[in-house]
Structures are given as C-alpha cells and as structure tokens.
C-alpha cells in the first residue's frame, strides 16, 4: 500500500492527535495533544508539521511542529520547533520522510528539544548542534523565609511587574498546558522563573524544569526561597536546573545529573546562546 507525505492542515489536526494518543503517549489524550499544536499566539503557522497517510486515507505516521517568529538583536528569525514524532510499527521505515519534509523548508532554524535517546545520533549526522545539557538537582526543602524577598505565582502580580517584551513573552506563554510561572521581588529588583513539572525515573512529576530565568543573579542568590515556593505551591521536590539557562550554581545541596535530558538545534542564522524554549512543545504539552 502507498503511502504520502503531507502537510498537516488544520482539518488534519483531530486525526493526528488521535494517532498520537494512541501510538505515542497514551498517558497524553487527544484533547491536549490537539490544544497543544493550536497555540494561542499569532504567528503564521505554514502547517503543522508533516504526516504519513496510506491508500484509504489513514494516518500511520506524524512529526508535529511548532512555527515562531523571533526578535533576536536587529534581526528577525523563523524557528520551526520539531515536536512530536511517531510512525506506526509497520511503516517506520518511512518515518525520515517526514524529517526531510521538515528540513526541506528553507529559511528556518530546526530546533529538537525533547529527542528521544535514538534520535540524537540521529540529527547529529544531519548536523544538528547539542545544546549545553549539564543539569543539575536541587532539593526543594522548607527553609527559612528571607526579610524582604517575595516569590509569587499570582498571575496578576507577575503581569504588572514584568514590562516590554518580557511582558508579551510572558501573554503568549500564560495559560499553556505545561508553562507554569512565578516572580521573585527582592528590593527593585524581580525575577520572571519560567518551568514545568516533569517525571524522572517512573517517579509522578514532582521535579520543576527551569526553562527560563529573566534574572539569573537574583534567581542564584533566592534559589533556596524559590525552592520553598514550588515545594509548597507546586509540589515539587526538586529543581532541574539547566547551566545554559540558570549560570552555574551554587546552591547546596545539589547533584549534577549523570545523563540529562538532550537538546539540539540547526541553523546557521542563530548562535547557541540564542536558542531558548519558548514557543515549545515544553512550554505547550505536559507528558
């Protein structure tokens, strides 16, 4: 039976959700896999990425994208976020259609930020970059408040204190099935904290992810207050903190992971520090 590659259109996005939720992640249902490729912001999406349909009109295959366009410096980028991959069984010798589908449009830089174990040999020979993985755990503990420092997840309180750009990255990304969000205030000066609650090693999804830090000094020195926030509000009982987006820290205790989770990127417009998580599967789906 012959099978076609297309593009996902908006009529396709019920289907491929379905396909997803019973052959990727059944833990995720269809309703949030299909909220999670209609995201609330305005940018043109030119598809949703690529599909593999047989003769009778079946899906047997997905790559799910994410379509943005940044600000970065004086220059405008489009940034094609590769989401969600998953072939039937029986058609997987089909699936890098869909990679070369993606890849083949031009004038965007690919980023892959939830790679399977198999697939990041994978993109580094088409020559995808890994991003910086060292990451290390915090244990979110009960420590004494600090005079004068105020962590909040108060959706109001984090709207009036952030201003300009920071202010709509902060609307586009408020409301987002996975992008959870608070505010550190420490005299004049706030924190915007940006993460997600993931699962590690069968354990339910007790560890925050920071994904974003808009004050990496401030968000160092109040780790432990920011810590007692999320063991409190969020349940967390620890923090993932990535190097490339936090800076190196300090805090005690802490364990650098022995295999963090991997991230990569291709392009030849963007550097590695430009690259963050935004207007991501990480910020739209939790799994």
């Known amino acids: 039976m012959a099978v076609t590659v297309r593009p996902i259109r908006d009529d396709d996005l019920a289907g491929v959700a379905e396909f997803l939720h019973a052959h990727l992640n059944e833990r995720v249902r269809a309703a949030a896999w299909l909220r999670a490729f209609t995201p609330p912001w305005t940018f043109e999406q030119p598809n949703h990425g690529f599909m593999l349909v047989d003769d009778a009109g079946e899906i047997v295959g997905a790559y799910a994208a994410l379509y943005s366009e940044r600000t970065i410096g004086d220059r405008q980028e489009r940034i094609c976020n590769l989401a969600a991959w998953c072939v039937r069984e ?41 991003l910086d993985p060292t990451t290390v755990l915090v244990p979110a503990l009960p420590w004494p408040p600090r005079p004068g420092v105020r962590v909040s997840s108060d959706p109001d309180l984090i709207s009036t204190t ?13 409301g987002l099935a996975a992008a959870r969000h608070l505010v550190v205030i420490d005299g004049d000066r706030a924190c915007w904290v940006v993460f997600r609650m993931d699962r590690r ?30 063991l409190l509000h969020h349940r ?30 291709l392009g030849s417009t963007m550097s590695v520090d430009e690259v963050d998580y935004f207007y991501s599967e990480l910020m739209c789906l939790s799994w």
Do not use: C
């Open 90 to 130: 029986d058609q997987r010798f089909h699936s890098l259609r869909l990679l070369k589908a993606l890849l083949a449009q031009e004038g965007y830089t690919f980023t892959d930020l939830s790679p399977s174990g198999n697939v990041v040999p994978l993109n580094t020979r088409l020559g995808f970059t890994e």
């Open 162 to 174: 952030l201003t300009g750009d920071l202010r709509d990255l902060y609307r586009d990304h408020v």
């Open 201 to 230: 090693k069968k354990l339910p999804p007790v560890f925050a992810s920071i994904l974003h830090v808009s004050d990496r000094d401030l968000f160092r020195r109040r780790i432990r207050t920011v810590g007692w926030h999320l």
């Open 236 to 265: 967390a009982a620890a923090l993932l903190a990535e190097r490339r987006v936090t800076g190196p820290l300090d805090a005690w205790p802490r364990v650098t992971l022995g295999a963090p989770r991997r991230k990569m990127f």
